[in-house]
């Protein structure tokens, strides 16, 4: 056990709606990150917050959003969903600003199904 | 651009044989080195690492040594058991990246070890 939780597990939902996913970091870390791991493009980075605010934004769509609050939970929120935001979404989080050598805790991860 | 290349799976074996996977790296620095293991139904777990060149991470009978030279740092583990069948991923995190993310990933690699 990791120390990180997500929720929900699992989330069946229709395109063109809107879910949100939440994730709580271990104890004491100041970093969430937000990946999404899917079948043809392998596990992709999505965003970073620290302490409150983004750090780092990869390959994250328009259409998808983030945010951590006072009490260093997250959410990502995914709009407008299509077929291709099918994928296994996960949350994982770091001591501190994630520095190169910074472990980084990953979470069970929230099974998106979209149909 | 910073990458990582990982050998195809799956990898199948008998119960106590030899195990190595390959991965391979491009960087601009310095990276740190991260071999991660997702079990069935699970998140991403940190198998072990290294932060230099020459350091030999290890861990559960799991061992990668960081080879600059050949910017390489295979997984080994001499006598694998039922119980390691998953998908193994070699990470870089690289402090000189200009890119937006940290963490980047190889596309995993699936062992499957039979009894």
Redesign the interface.
């Known amino acids: 056990d ?1 120390g ?1 939780t ?1 929720t929900p597990k699992h989330l069946i939902t229709a395109t063109g709606q809107r879910v949100t996913l939440r994730c709580s970091p271990r104890s004491g870390d100041l970093s969430v ?1 937000w990946y999404q791991q899917s079948l043809d493009q ?2 992709q ?1 999505l965003i ?1 917050y620290y302490n409150g605010e983004e750090r ?4 994250i769509l328009e259409r998808f959003s983030a945010q951590q609050f006072p009490d260093l939970h997250s959410e990502l929120n995914l709009s407008s969903l299509e077929l291709g935001d099918s994928a296994l979404y ?1 949350c ?1 989080s770091s001591a501190t600003s ?12 929230t099974r998106l199904l979209v149909l | 651009g910073d990458s990582v290349t990982q050998m195809e799976g799956p990898v199948t074996l008998s119960e106590e044989a030899f195990l190595t996977i390959n991965c391979t790296y491009t960087a601009t620095g310095y990276p740190s080195l991260f071999w991660y293991v997702q079990y069935p139904g699970e998140g991403l777990q940190l198998l072990l690492k290294a932060t230099k060149a020459d350091d030999k991470g290890s861990n559960k009978g799991f061992e990668a040594t960081y080879r600059k030279e050949t910017t390489s740092f295979h997984l080994e583990k001499g006598s694998v058991q039922v119980s390691d069948s998953a998908v193994y991923f070699c990470a870089l995190s690289d402090p000189y990246t200009s890119g937006t993310y940290k963490y980047i990933f190889g596309t995993g690699t699936r062992l499957k070890v039979l009894a």
Do not use: D, I
């Open positions: 990791s990180v997500q990150y392998g596990l980075f970073q780092a934004k990869g390959n996960f994982a994630g520095g190169a050598r910074e472990t980084q805790y990953f979470g069970p991860g």
